[in-house]
């Protein structure tokens, strides 16, 4: 009887870095607790998403916002002094003031003499009289100079500085269809233009005519702790009055409703038009004002899911010290290098994989839920949505590599794990969640610590043409979405560097 | 080992309880990592308070900051070195085998926690004084300088003040628990790296939720349950009127957390296999 010997199936070595993938990959696999946790970790993030407290404040206060011809919340409230114009037409007027009235901290005084810096006095085609209907206005502002703007997100400048009796700006608006096209001058003979709008589906018969606004009062110079203000109202004095048709009877509206204590109005002697008014024509944003809330915020179980990885991540490394299979690991591939990028590969993989999926879930089911309890989320297009996901994922899988590069270096699962959450948390802590720091210290936090990262899900846009608190507290980060997750991998590169680097020089 | 614990003659033996201490003691004393812990303890909340009162401005009164609040808040990150700190006083032993021979030397497993609980809270107190004491003084000496002065409402930091008593005595109440908390979990989880990340979750994730939380009925009680928002109201010294939860209320709920943390630790340990 023959007997064969005993030949490993394997094959020989030296292994190739396919090799060690898959080796890592058994490793991972085969730890039953590990794969609980990226699932566990997974469904934290889905569970965040879909809980009961996921409101807007919106449907406690019962507000709600017309939506403007982009499909955006908006403001559009205004004193309208308007005549019908059918067809092609053109308006011409000279704006010889803008004054205002602001409020004072002390609850119950009087206002006080003052003009909010985007305080807008001017002329306007609209479609209707109907808020969030399209239009197109050219106005003098209480400091941004002459602005042409249209169907609320656009705004391009005009001639710069503030109006007054002596320094007057003349406006023009003129419909050629779906055209508008808006001119200013300084003088009524020298005009210059501004823009260009197409307002696509323009009736045949717009509302033309002088309107003024002023938004809300804020003052943010004391940091977060203090933001106040109040309703602000603004008067425009207009004459010089051109129509390029047959003129008809003005009528004054205000538009979007009167609030309590309103005082607009308008009035007109010998060809010189007084319109008062208050509110705004602009995008509403999130913030001190803000009503809606923005698709961040069906990933807050990002955190709760980042910590569960961590301590995989962690102990994906500290485990192989712990059990002493670290010498098993370096016996069978000795470049150690090749061991902490394979580990890396897997380890990045795996949270990667369970993090695009839940954050997918959480995204588009937690916005389903917040609509369904009536609260307004801020739109943004599919390609922001597959940003905020894709980048969540990343943002989860990089923390998790850093993780597994800080258990290498402490070699100890449990200071691995507290350096890591400490290290992304606590910033953020400290600039969003409980902002203690002002916002200047708090958006140099947020470029330089890991938690920079989390810009990736920022969805809210900052309009330049809307005064607010454009904070880290209030969803907006300092640094655009990639360039704060390249932070984090930057981190992720130094972490990593240091662990090759004491991988090789150390006795395992 | 044996299920059930040995009970010896000497049950209610005063000499029993301290020779557990005396041991736990020991270990505490001779562990290389305790004194460095504890110095960190000391060097991350004092630091990171007297960052956060650098950075903090007051320019007139009613300016609504809390220079307490501001001067403490090292305490975030102070209480995860507690936290490390306390998950290793047992979670330590598990990972080196060497609750084997501490059960084998005092069988009696409460005796045993409540000696561990004991030197813990010590040390962390003792930390966390001088750890709350110099970043009073640190923001006593910094935040004048950015406009907390008496003209804005803001006499100087001071403990003969009873709300900064509060706040002080508070804070050092609140890391000693912060340490049981930690304790409690990591006998129950046994596992140092595991224990770690459940303890800075249940801190660090209530705040995070509470704020991305719009409704502000939700956000109120999730700032009213949770261990870190709760136990930290006890460093309120203005505006008290506002805040969700009263400061010795709070720092209750987080004696509650504790408590059951402890609880369910002891317990377990009672029941399972070391």
């Given at each position: 009887?023959?007997v064969t010997p005993?030949?490993s ?7 190739g870095f396919?090799d060690?993938?898959h080796?890592?990959?058994?490793k ?8 609980i946790?990226?699932i566990?970790g997974?469904?934290?993030i889905?569970a965040f ?8 404040s919106?449907n406690?206060s019962g507000c709600?916002?017309p ?10 409230s205004?004193y309208f002094v308007?005549?019908p114009?059918a067809g092609?037409g053109?308006i011409?007027?000279?704006?010889t003031s803008l004054?205002g009235q602001i409020p004072v901290p ?8 003052g ?6 006095a001017?002329?306007i085609i609209?479609a ?9 206005a ?9 602005r042409?703007q249209?169907?609320f997100?656009?705004d ?5 500085g503030?109006v007054?009796a002596t320094?007057?700006?003349w ?5 050629s269809g779906?055209t ?6 300084a003088?009524?003979t ?5 823009g260009t709008?197409t307002?696509?589906g323009?009736?045949q018969?717009?509302?033309?005519g002088?309107f003024?606004?002023?938004p809300?009062?804020l003052q943010?110079s004391l940091?977060e702790?203090?933001i106040s203000?109040?309703?602000s109202?603004?008067?425009g ?7 390029s ?5 003005w009528a ?5 409703g009167s609030?309590p204590?309103n005082t607009?109005?308008s009035?007109q002697?010998?060809?010189t038009?007084t319109v ?8 509403v944003v ?5 009503a809606?809330?923005s698709?961040?915020q069906t990933?807050?179980?990002t955190f709760?899911?980042l910590?569960v990885?961590v301590v995989?991540?962690?102990m994906?490394m500290t485990a192989e010290?712990?059990?002493?299979l670290?010498r098993?690991?370096?016996t069978?591939?000795p ?8 580990k890396?590969?897997?380890i ?6 369970a ?9 588009i089911?937690g916005?389903?839920v917040?609509?369904?309890n ?8 599919a ?5 905020v996901?894709?980048?969540t994922?990343?943002?989860l899988?990089?923390t998790?590599v850093?993780?597994?590069?800080i258990?290498t270096i402490?070699?100890r699962g ?6 890591v ?5 606590l910033?953020y802590m ?10 200047g ?5 947020l470029?330089?610590s890991?938690?920079?990262a989390?810009?990736v899900?920022q969805?809210?846009?900052?309009y ?7 904070t880290?507290?209030?969803g ?8 704060g997750?390249a932070v984090?991998c930057?981190?992720a ?16 | 080992?044996s ?6 003659t000497r049950?209610a033996d ?6 557990a201490?005396h041991?736990e ?6 562990a290389?990592?305790?004194i460095?812990?504890l110095l960190?303890?000391?060097?991350a909340?004092v630091?990171?308070g ?9 320019p ?6 809390d220079?307490?609040k501001a001067?403490?808040?090292g305490?975030d990150?102070g209480?995860?070195?507690?936290a490390?700190?306390a998950?290793?006083a047992?979670?330590g032993?598990?990972g080196t085998g060497m609750?084997l021979l501490?059960l084998?030397?005092i069988p009696r497993r409460t005796?045993m926690l409540?000696a ?10 003792v ?5 709350v004491?110099g970043s009073?003084?640190a923001g006593?000496?910094?935040l004048?300088g950015?406009g907390?002065?008496p003209?804005?409402?803001y ?6 003040d009873g709300?900064y008593?509060?706040a002080?005595a ?5 890391l ?8 409690g979990i990591?006998t129950a989880i046994?596992?140092?790296a595991?224990a ?5 979750g ?7 939720a509470a704020?991305?939380v719009?409704?502000p009925?939700?956000?109120r009680?999730?700032?009213q349950?949770?261990p ?7 460093q309120?010294?203005?505006?008290l009127r506002?805040?969700p939860?009263?400061p010795?209320?709070?720092?209750g709920?987080l ?5 059951g943390?402890?609880?369910a630790g002891g317990?377990?340990?009672r029941l399972?296999?070391?």
């Open positions: 009887m023959t005993y030949q199936r394997l094959r020989e070595g030296p292994y396919a060690l993938l080796a890592e990959w058994t991972f696999r085969t730890v039953r607790g590990w794969i946790a990226v566990v997974g469904l934290a889905v998403a879909l809980a009961p407290s996921q409101q807007g919106c406690v709600s916002a939506v403007g011809p982009g499909g955006e919340e908006v403001s559009d205004f308007h005549q114009l092609n053109s011409t007027v000279r704006v004054t002390v609850p119950g005084a009087a206002m006080r003499a003009l909010v810096p985007w305080a807008k001017g002329i609209k209707s009289t109907s808020p969030g209907s399209a239009y197109a050219m106005m003098v502002t209480g400091s941004h100079g002459v042409m249209y169907d997100t656009q391009r400048p005009g001639i710069p503030a007054s320094s007057p700006r406006l023009r608006l003129t419909r779906d508008i096209t808006g001119y200013d001058s003088d009524g020298h005009w210059a233009q501004v709008a307002l696509a323009l009736p018969v717009a509302q033309v002088l003024t606004t002023s809300q009062y943010t940091g702790a203090s203000g109040g309703p109202v603004a008067t004095v207009f004459d010089h009055v051109g129509l048709w047959p003129r008809g009877a004054g509206d205000n538009v979007g609030s204590g607009a109005g009035s002697a010998a060809g038009f008062t008014g208050t509110g705004d024509i602009a995008p999130s913030g001190g004002g803000g809606g809330v698709i961040a990933l807050v179980g709760a899911g910590i990885l995989v991540g962690a994906f010290y712990r059990r002493r670290i098993v690991t370096l069978a591939a470049r150690r290098g090749r061991v902490l990028a394979a890396a590969v897997i990045g993989g795996v949270t990667f994989g993090g695009l999926v839940s954050a997918a879930i959480a995204v089911l916005q389903r917040l609509r369904g009536g609260a307004y989320v801020y739109p943004a297009s390609l922001t949505q597959v940003r996901i894709v980048g994922a990343a943002v899988a990089v998790a850093i993780a597994l590069a258990g402490l070699r449990i200071g691995a794990v507290a350096v959450v400490v290290v992304i948390v910033p400290f600039t969003v969640a409980a902002p203690i720091l002002p916002p210290p708090a958006d140099w936090l470029r330089l890991p938690a920079a989390f810009a899900q969805t809210l846009i900052q330049p043409q809307v005064t607010n608190t454009y880290a507290a209030y907006y980060y300092p640094l655009p979405p990639w360039a997750l984090l930057a981190w590169a130094l972490a990593l560097s240091l662990a090759v680097f004491l991988l090789r020089r150390r006795d395992a | 080992m299920r059930v614990p040995a009970r010896g049950r005063p000499q029993y309880a301290g020779h201490l041991a003691w020991t270990k505490a004393r001779t290389g990592g305790t460095w812990l960190a303890v000391i060097a909340t630091a990171v007297s960052a956060v009162a650098t950075a903090t401005r007051c007139a009164a009613g300016c609504g900051q220079p307490a001067s403490l808040s305490i990150l209480q995860a070195v507690v490390i700190l998950v290793l047992i979670g032993e598990y609750i501490t084998t030397a005796t409540a561990k609980a004991a030197i813990l809270t010590g040390l962390v107190m930390a966390s004084t001088v750890a004491l009073l003084l006593r000496l910094i004048p950015h907390f002065i003209a804005h409402g006499p100087l930091l001071s403990l003969a709300p008593l509060r002080a508070g804070s050092v109440l609140y000693g628990l912060v340490g049981l908390l930690g304790l990591a046994r596992d140092s595991v770690i990340g459940v303890v800075l249940l801190l660090y994730l209530f705040p995070v704020a991305a719009a409704n009925h939700w956000q009680h999730l700032e349950i949770a870190m928002s709760a136990g930290l109201a006890i309120a010294t203005t505006g506002g805040v939860i009263s010795w209320a709070g720092l709920v004696a509650a957390w504790a408590a943390a402890m609880l317990l377990l340990l399972r296999d070391a």
